[in-house]
Protein backbone atom coordinates (compact mmCIF):
# COMPACT_ATOMS: atom_id res chain seq x y z
CA UNK A 1 0.00 0.00 0.00
CA UNK A 2 0.99 3.52 -0.64
CA UNK A 3 1.91 5.78 2.15
CA UNK A 4 3.40 8.77 2.62
CA UNK A 5 5.56 10.64 6.02
CA UNK A 6 5.87 14.06 6.70
CA UNK A 7 9.40 14.29 9.12
CA UNK A 8 8.49 16.56 11.64
CA UNK A 9 4.82 17.53 12.38
CA UNK A 10 6.17 21.03 13.69
CA UNK A 11 9.20 23.25 12.10
CA UNK A 12 9.94 26.43 13.05
CA UNK A 13 12.20 28.60 11.27
CA UNK A 14 13.56 32.41 11.76
CA UNK A 15 12.37 34.87 8.82
CA UNK A 16 15.14 35.04 6.23
CA UNK A 17 15.90 31.10 7.17
CA UNK A 18 15.90 28.44 4.93
CA UNK A 19 12.75 26.48 4.39
CA UNK A 20 13.40 22.53 4.47
CA UNK A 21 10.28 20.20 4.93
CA UNK A 22 10.82 16.65 4.47
CA UNK A 23 8.20 13.96 2.38
CA UNK A 24 9.03 10.36 2.06
CA UNK A 25 6.79 8.30 -0.13
CA UNK A 26 6.40 4.73 -0.20
CA UNK A 27 5.91 3.09 -4.19
CA UNK A 28 7.06 0.51 -5.89
CA UNK A 29 5.71 2.95 -8.93
CA UNK A 30 7.16 6.38 -8.91
CA UNK A 31 3.96 8.29 -8.14
CA UNK A 32 2.96 11.90 -9.20
CA UNK A 33 3.88 14.08 -6.24
CA UNK A 34 2.02 17.32 -5.04
CA UNK A 35 2.69 19.99 -1.95
CA UNK A 36 -0.54 21.94 -0.70
CA UNK A 37 -0.34 24.43 1.76
CA UNK A 38 -3.36 25.36 4.07
CA UNK A 39 -3.13 29.02 5.53
CA UNK A 40 -5.17 29.29 8.76
CA UNK A 41 -9.04 29.26 8.64
CA UNK A 42 -8.59 28.55 5.10
CA UNK A 43 -9.17 25.84 2.64
CA UNK A 44 -5.89 24.17 0.81
CA UNK A 45 -4.19 25.49 -2.22
CA UNK A 46 -1.65 23.85 -4.58
CA UNK A 47 1.82 24.65 -4.40
CA UNK A 48 3.29 22.98 -6.59
CA UNK A 49 3.55 19.35 -8.05
CA UNK A 50 5.68 17.04 -9.85
CA UNK A 51 4.25 14.52 -13.00
CA UNK A 52 7.03 14.07 -14.89
CA UNK A 53 10.33 15.58 -16.69
CA UNK A 54 12.48 17.62 -14.78
CA UNK A 55 12.86 16.41 -10.98
CA UNK A 56 13.09 19.97 -9.50
CA UNK A 57 10.24 21.85 -9.92
CA UNK A 58 9.09 25.14 -8.82
CA UNK A 59 6.08 26.17 -7.24
CA UNK A 60 4.25 29.67 -6.04
CA UNK A 61 5.87 31.79 -3.34
CA UNK A 62 9.52 30.72 -4.36
CA UNK A 63 8.96 27.48 -3.13
CA UNK A 64 10.15 24.44 -4.81
CA UNK A 65 10.80 20.29 -4.53
CA UNK A 66 13.07 17.91 -5.81
CA UNK A 67 11.72 14.61 -6.80
CA UNK A 68 14.77 12.50 -6.12
CA UNK A 69 13.57 8.53 -6.74
CA UNK A 70 16.08 6.66 -5.04
CA UNK A 71 15.82 8.43 -2.11
CA UNK A 72 12.06 8.21 -2.48
CA UNK A 73 11.96 11.61 -1.36
CA UNK A 74 9.77 15.10 -2.39
CA UNK A 75 11.17 17.74 0.03
CA UNK A 76 9.96 20.88 0.26
CA UNK A 77 12.28 23.93 0.46
CA UNK A 78 12.43 27.71 -0.02
CA UNK A 79 15.56 29.62 0.42
CA UNK A 80 14.30 32.42 3.05
CA UNK A 81 11.21 32.01 4.74
CA UNK A 82 8.63 35.51 5.40
CA UNK A 83 6.31 35.52 8.07
CA UNK A 84 3.29 34.91 5.43
CA UNK A 85 4.55 31.86 5.06
CA UNK A 86 3.72 30.40 8.44
CA UNK A 87 0.67 27.85 7.41
CA UNK A 88 0.53 24.18 7.13
CA UNK A 89 2.18 22.12 4.42
CA UNK A 90 0.64 18.71 3.31
CA UNK A 91 2.56 16.71 0.30
CA UNK A 92 0.26 14.16 -1.61
CA UNK A 93 1.70 11.24 -3.66
CA UNK A 94 -0.50 10.47 -6.43
CA UNK A 95 -1.03 7.23 -8.19
CA UNK A 96 -2.25 7.35 -11.52
CA UNK A 97 -4.76 5.01 -12.60
CA UNK A 98 -8.24 3.96 -12.06
CA UNK A 99 -8.10 4.84 -8.43
CA UNK A 100 -6.79 8.36 -7.88
CA UNK A 101 -7.22 8.92 -4.50
CA UNK A 102 -4.59 11.06 -3.46
CA UNK A 103 -3.19 9.58 -0.46
CA UNK A 104 -2.30 12.56 2.19
CA UNK A 105 0.90 13.23 4.47
CA UNK A 106 -0.70 14.22 8.71
CA UNK A 107 1.12 17.49 7.57
CA UNK A 108 4.25 20.38 8.64
CA UNK A 109 2.96 23.20 10.74
CA UNK A 110 5.54 25.59 9.68
CA UNK A 111 5.85 28.59 12.23
CA UNK A 112 8.09 31.55 10.81
CA UNK A 113 9.84 33.47 13.73
CA UNK A 114 10.95 37.58 13.60
CA UNK B 1 -13.85 31.74 -12.52
CA UNK B 2 -15.31 31.17 -9.24
CA UNK B 3 -13.80 29.04 -6.83
CA UNK B 4 -14.77 26.12 -5.17
CA UNK B 5 -17.79 27.23 -2.43
CA UNK B 6 -19.00 25.78 0.63
CA UNK B 7 -22.26 26.32 2.64
CA UNK B 8 -22.26 26.79 5.26
CA UNK B 9 -19.12 27.51 6.82
CA UNK B 10 -19.96 26.68 10.19
CA UNK B 11 -22.23 24.54 11.99
CA UNK B 12 -22.56 23.68 15.25
CA UNK B 13 -24.92 20.04 15.73
CA UNK B 14 -26.23 18.68 18.58
CA UNK B 15 -25.02 14.61 18.87
CA UNK B 16 -27.83 12.29 17.50
CA UNK B 17 -28.34 15.00 15.00
CA UNK B 18 -28.13 14.44 11.17
CA UNK B 19 -26.03 17.34 8.78
CA UNK B 20 -26.41 18.65 5.42
CA UNK B 21 -23.19 19.70 3.77
CA UNK B 22 -22.86 21.87 0.01
CA UNK B 23 -20.12 22.11 -2.45
CA UNK B 24 -20.42 24.02 -5.88
CA UNK B 25 -17.46 22.85 -7.95
CA UNK B 26 -15.20 24.86 -9.95
CA UNK B 27 -17.31 25.53 -13.38
CA UNK B 28 -16.63 22.76 -15.74
CA UNK B 29 -15.31 20.32 -12.68
CA UNK B 30 -17.00 17.21 -12.74
CA UNK B 31 -14.95 15.51 -10.46
CA UNK B 32 -15.69 16.40 -6.15
CA UNK B 33 -13.93 15.07 -3.69
CA UNK B 34 -14.83 15.26 0.41
CA UNK B 35 -12.19 15.25 3.35
CA UNK B 36 -12.46 15.41 6.79
CA UNK B 37 -10.23 16.85 8.62
CA UNK B 38 -8.79 16.52 12.31
CA UNK B 39 -5.67 18.13 14.12
CA UNK B 40 -5.11 14.01 15.03
CA UNK B 41 -5.66 12.19 11.86
CA UNK B 42 -5.17 14.98 9.08
CA UNK B 43 -7.01 14.67 5.74
CA UNK B 44 -8.73 11.87 5.47
CA UNK B 45 -10.47 10.97 2.31
CA UNK B 46 -14.30 10.19 2.47
CA UNK B 47 -15.46 10.21 -1.48
CA UNK B 48 -14.97 11.10 -4.45
CA UNK B 49 -18.23 11.63 -7.06
CA UNK B 50 -18.06 12.30 -10.87
CA UNK B 51 -21.04 12.68 -13.43
CA UNK B 52 -22.87 11.89 -10.43
CA UNK B 53 -21.26 8.47 -9.67
CA UNK B 54 -19.67 7.75 -6.42
CA UNK B 55 -15.83 6.72 -7.81
CA UNK B 56 -13.97 6.30 -4.89
CA UNK B 57 -14.93 5.39 -1.49
CA UNK B 58 -12.45 5.96 2.14
CA UNK B 59 -12.80 4.33 5.08
CA UNK B 60 -16.19 5.94 6.66
CA UNK B 61 -18.78 4.17 8.46
CA UNK B 62 -22.05 4.36 6.68
CA UNK B 63 -23.44 7.32 8.46
CA UNK B 64 -21.53 9.22 6.16
CA UNK B 65 -23.26 9.48 2.81
CA UNK B 66 -22.70 11.90 -0.18
CA UNK B 67 -24.16 12.52 -3.88
CA UNK B 68 -23.58 14.73 -7.09
CA UNK B 69 -26.05 16.19 -8.66
CA UNK B 70 -26.04 16.88 -12.78
CA UNK B 71 -24.44 20.16 -12.46
CA UNK B 72 -21.41 18.80 -10.41
CA UNK B 73 -22.70 20.04 -7.23
CA UNK B 74 -22.56 17.74 -4.17
CA UNK B 75 -23.87 17.40 -0.70
CA UNK B 76 -22.72 15.52 1.93
CA UNK B 77 -24.29 14.29 4.44
CA UNK B 78 -23.89 13.02 8.01
CA UNK B 79 -26.79 11.05 9.66
CA UNK B 80 -26.55 10.54 13.64
CA UNK B 81 -23.91 12.58 14.37
CA UNK B 82 -21.19 11.56 17.20
CA UNK B 83 -18.89 14.36 19.04
CA UNK B 84 -16.12 12.74 17.30
CA UNK B 85 -17.10 13.78 13.67
CA UNK B 86 -16.25 17.82 14.64
CA UNK B 87 -14.01 18.32 12.36
CA UNK B 88 -13.56 20.84 9.15
CA UNK B 89 -14.61 19.31 5.83
CA UNK B 90 -13.33 19.83 3.38
CA UNK B 91 -14.63 19.73 -1.01
CA UNK B 92 -12.10 19.74 -3.57
CA UNK B 93 -13.03 20.00 -7.63
CA UNK B 94 -11.19 18.96 -10.29
CA UNK B 95 -10.81 18.14 -13.98
CA UNK B 96 -9.77 14.33 -14.02
CA UNK B 97 -6.22 13.87 -16.26
CA UNK B 98 -4.08 11.20 -16.71
CA UNK B 99 -1.09 12.61 -15.17
CA UNK B 100 -2.31 12.95 -11.60
CA UNK B 101 -5.68 14.87 -9.87
CA UNK B 102 -5.06 18.53 -9.03
CA UNK B 103 -7.53 19.48 -6.35
CA UNK B 104 -9.32 22.99 -5.87
CA UNK B 105 -10.33 23.37 -2.14
CA UNK B 106 -13.19 24.83 -1.04
CA UNK B 107 -12.53 26.82 2.53
CA UNK B 108 -14.11 23.94 4.27
CA UNK B 109 -17.14 23.51 6.75
CA UNK B 110 -16.33 23.65 10.37
CA UNK B 111 -18.95 21.43 12.16
CA UNK B 112 -19.09 21.14 15.81
CA UNK B 113 -20.71 18.85 17.56
CA UNK B 114 -21.51 19.22 21.19
Known amino acids: AQSVTQLGSHVSVSEGALVLLRCNYSSSV ?17 LL ?3 TGATLVKGINGFEAEFKKSETSFHLTK ?3 HMSDAAEYFCAPHRAGNNRKLIWGLGTSLAVNP | KAGVTQTPRYLIKTRGQQVTLSCSPISGHRSVSWYQQTPGQGLQ ?3 EY ?10 FPGRFSGRQFSNSRS ?20 IPGPRG ?9 RL ?3
Do not use: H, I
Open chain 2, 112 to 114: TVT
Open chain 2, 45 to 47: FLF
Open chain 1, 79 to 81: PSA
Open chain 2, 50 to 59: FSETQRNKGN
Open chain 1, 30 to 46: PPYLFWYVQYPNQGLQL
Open chain 2, 101 to 109: NEQYFGPGT
Open chain 1, 49 to 51: KYT
Open chain 2, 75 to 94: EMNVSTLELGDSALYLCASS
